[in-house]
């Protein structure tokens, strides 16, 4: 709305949204990163969506799509849950005297009491604003705890992307013009011969992994992790468990690493699904004595801290979610509904000869894709592969998407496994719903022709053009 004098003056939030909400690209494209409204376009997701809620979202024509991705597991509990939705406009609406910085809020204390009700080994938290700074608080602990300062990590590992989270990322594609980083060593998942000549050479002060990656859906082998503690014990080191993607009921439990027995890591780093999909919020986890020897007098208060960490309205949020999360059981949601479509899934290996395993824990589940037998099939694999690997998987995310309205993704760089991670609430509807739609993709791409061909062939000139 316009007068003589020119445009309506103060902010007004939907006015705004109104009259840009079509240059979503075009300010993409200048201001921010680039390249994403070009991927975007490439593979054909580039959507106009108008509203979502719970594992749903609809464009502007009122199509519904299927989350599969749940924001890289920030959605656990889907989108705008009532009660986390709640929460927030309470805590804004009580007017609290937030970040003070000289004062002990209730809330940050009630959410430290509820998150280490579900870790009963561990007995103090520090809370931040992401996956990243969780995992930067651990490292940071670890090495002033112990006074040593080598970290071990695990080959393929994805810890974060700033610096310290950068050093133990075990993705070469992720730290490759980023050097110098920390000078921290990787091992092999699963091999304890590794992480025990590296042990040895008495400078570790902690192992840090994911007990199931999220690049290529890998779990620990069984024991591995148990094995590992042990090791580390003896040679007065300590375990850090990323539960970053895999925690709050992700796997079936409330820790991916509670799927083994007897396995109390030091320290533990939790995100993502702890926001309730609003306000950004991490934890890290520790041992009192860890905590004790960081914060060791009044002189180090704030020796490790950050600046909108404990805000009110990102405690309260963790506080809705875990609340939900238990009025709703969705930790048991996940492993039953995880369980179903993971054994569907599975059905389909020896139907497909593309299809080459199907993994995972809870409603984490890794879809991976592999050299077909028949010479009919193998001529189009080989093609894509010399292209570059990984174009099969996305070859079949792009129909799932555009013909189902499934919205998925996969698990890496170079990496033929599609990777889903959708919130805790689905379920048999989803599961009917996806099975339905990965088979139709399936019985296409085993014709080895049509348009997923054709679709594969405009990936490779793509990736072609980009080398």
């Known amino acids: 709305m316009t007068s003589d004098a020119g445009p309506e003056k ?16 075009a300010l993409h494209a200048r201001h921010l990163n680039h390249q994403l409204p070009r991927m975007l376009h490439t593979i054909g997701f580039d959507k106009v969506y108008e509203r979502a809620e719970g594992a749903y979202f609809w464009d502007e024509d009122g199509h519904d799509y299927l989350d599969m991705l749940a924001g890289f597991g920030v959605f656990g509990l889907g989108r705008h849950h009532p009660v986390v939705r709640k929460a927030l406009h309470d805590v804004i609406d009580a007017g609290l005297a937030d970040l003070t910085r000289f004062d002990c809020p209730p809330l940050p204390g009630l959410l430290g009491e509820r998150l280490l009700a579900h870790s009963p080994h561990l007995e103090r938290v520090f809370f931040c604003n992401s996956g990243t700074e969780a995992v930067e608080s651990a490292l940071k602990f670890a090495r002033y705890a112990t006074g040593r300062r080598r970290i071990l990590y695990c080959d393929h590992a994805f810890h974060g992307l700033t610096a310290g989270s950068l050093s133990v990322n075990g993705e070469d594609g992720f730290r490759k013009g980023f050097d110098p980083l920390l000078p921290d060593s990787a091992v092999p998942l699963g091999d304890l011969d590794a992480l025990e000549r590296e042990l040895r050479k008495g400078d570790v002060a902690a192992f840090i992994l994911e007990p199931i990656q999220g690049k290529g859906v890998h779990a620990a082998p069984p024991g591995y992790l148990r094995a590992a503690q042990e090791l580390l014990r003896r040679h007065k080191a300590l375990l850090i468990a990323d539960e970053v993607q895999t925690g709050l009921g992700r796997t079936g439990d409330f820790y991916a690493y509670q799927h083994e027995d007897g396995v109390e890591p030091d320290i533990v780093a939790v995100a993502k699904a702890l926001s309730g999909g609003y306000v950004p919020v991490g934890a890290t986890l520790a041992k009192g004595w860890i905590f004790e020897k960081v914060y060791s007098s009044m002189d180090r208060v704030l020796v490790h801290s950050a600046s909108f960490g404990s805000n009110a309205q990102a405690m309260a949020a963790g506080l809705a979610t875990l609340a939900v999360m238990e009025d709703e059981r969705t930790v048991a949601n996940a492993r039953v509904t995880g369980d179903l ?35 009919k099939l193998r001529g189009g694999w080989t093609m894509l592969q010399a292209a570059r690997k990984g174009l099969f998987a996305q070859m079949v995310v792009v129909p799932l998407f555009q013909r189902h309205r499934i919205l998925t993704q996969v698990s890496g760089d170079h990496l033929e496994v599609i990777k889903l991670i959708p919130p805790l609430i689905i379920g048999e509807r989803e599961v009917d719903r996806f099975v339905e739609a990965f088979t139709d993709v399936m019985d296409d791409a085993h014709r080895g022709s049509g348009l997923m061909w054709d679709f594969g062939r405009t990936l490779i000139k793509q990736a072609v053009g980009s080398k």
Do not use: C, N, Q
């Open 10 to 25: 103060g902010f007004d939030l939907g006015r705004l949204l109104v009259e840009r909400a079509g240059e979503r690209y």
């Open 341 to 375: 479509l993971r054994t569907r899934l599975a059905a389909l290996v020896d139907r497909y000869e593309l299809l080459h395993d199907v993994r995972g824990r809870g409603l984490m589940i890794g879809i991976e894709f592999g050299r077909p037998k028949s010479l």
